[in-house]
C-alpha cells in the first residue's frame, strides 16, 4: 500500500519531470497540481512568446496549452510499460480573447492500455472560461512509434 506522502512526492517528481521538458521550459508552462487522471498547468503570459497583435494570448498557444494539460493528465495514468505517448487527435474551441496568465485544467475522460481521451478547460486570469478542447494520445513501448 502507498502512503499519501509516497503518491504526493511521486506526484511531485512527475510535474518536476513535465516542467522539464525543452517544449515546455521554452512556453514556461507550469505544474500546479496533478494527481490521478488531473493536471492543472499555468501558462504565464509573455508578450514575447504569447501575444498576438491585440495583446491577448496567441490562439495558437490557448491550444498547445489544451494538448499539453490533457497529456499531463493521461500520463498520470498510464501503463507502467509505456516510455511514450503522443496526440493522434487534437480539438479546441476558442471562446473569448484570453488576458494575462491562463490556466488549464485537464481531465482524463476514458483510458486503457494503449490510448486516453480528455478534455481542458482554460480560464484566463479573471476566471473567465477562454477555451475548451479535447485530445486523444497513444501509449507506445519501446521500439513502437
Same mark, same amino acid.
Given at each position: 500500500? /502507498?502512503?499519501?506522502?509516497?503518491?504526493?512526492?511521486?506526484? #511531485?517528481?512527475?510535474?518536476?519531470?513535465?516542467?522539464?521538458?525543452?517544449?515546455?521550459?521554452?512556453?514556461?508552462?507550469?505544474?500546479?497540481?496533478? !494527481?490521478?487522471?488531473?493536471?492543472?498547468?499555468?501558462?504565464?503570459?509573455? !508578450? %514575447?512568446?504569447? !501575444?498576438?497583435?491585440?495583446?491577448?494570448?496567441?490562439?495558437?498557444?490557448?491550444?498547445? @496549452?489544451?494538448?499539453? +494539460?490533457?497529456?499531463?493528465? #493521461? $500520463? /498520470?495514468? *498510464?501503463?507502467?510499460?509505456?516510455?511514450?505517448?503522443?496526440?493522434?487527435?487534437?480539438? !479546441?474551441?476558442? @471562446?473569448?480573447? +484570453?488576458?494575462?496568465?491562463?490556466?488549464? %485544467?485537464?481531465? $482524463? @475522460?476514458? /483510458?486503457?492500455?494503449? +490510448? #486516453?481521451?480528455?478534455? *481542458?478547460?482554460?480560464?484566463?486570469?479573471?476566471?473567465?472560461?477562454? +477555451?475548451?478542447?479535447?485530445?486523444?494520445?497513444?501509449?507506445?513501448?519501446?521500439?513502437? $512509434?
Amino acid at each position: 500500500m /502507498t502512503s499519501e506522502g509516497e503518491k504526493g512526492q511521486h506526484w #511531485a517528481q512527475l510535474g518536476n519531470e513535465l516542467e522539464s521538458r525543452p517544449y515546455w521550459r521554452l512556453l514556461g508552462v507550469r505544474v500546479e497540481e496533478i !494527481a490521478s487522471g488531473y493536471c492543472r498547468l499555468r501558462l504565464p503570459f509573455s !508578450a %514575447d512568446l504569447h !501575444a498576438s497583435d491585440t495583446g491577448t494570448v496567441h490562439p495558437g498557444a490557448l491550444t498547445c @496549452l489544451v494538448e499539453l +494539460a490533457m497529456s499531463a493528465a #493521461a $500520463v /498520470t495514468l *498510464a501503463p507502467e510499460e509505456p516510455t511514450s505517448h503522443y496526440t493522434v487527435e487534437l480539438s !479546441a474551441s476558442l @471562446l473569448a480573447p +484570453a488576458t494575462g496568465d491562463v490556466v488549464a %485544467d485537464g481531465r $482524463v @475522460l476514458w /483510458t486503457d492500455s494503449h +490510448a #486516453a481521451k480528455g478534455e *481542458a478547460e482554460l480560464r484566463d486570469e479573471g476566471g473567465r472560461l477562454v +477555451a475548451k478542447g479535447s485530445a486523444t494520445c497513444l501509449f507506445s513501448g519501446p521500439g513502437e $512509434v
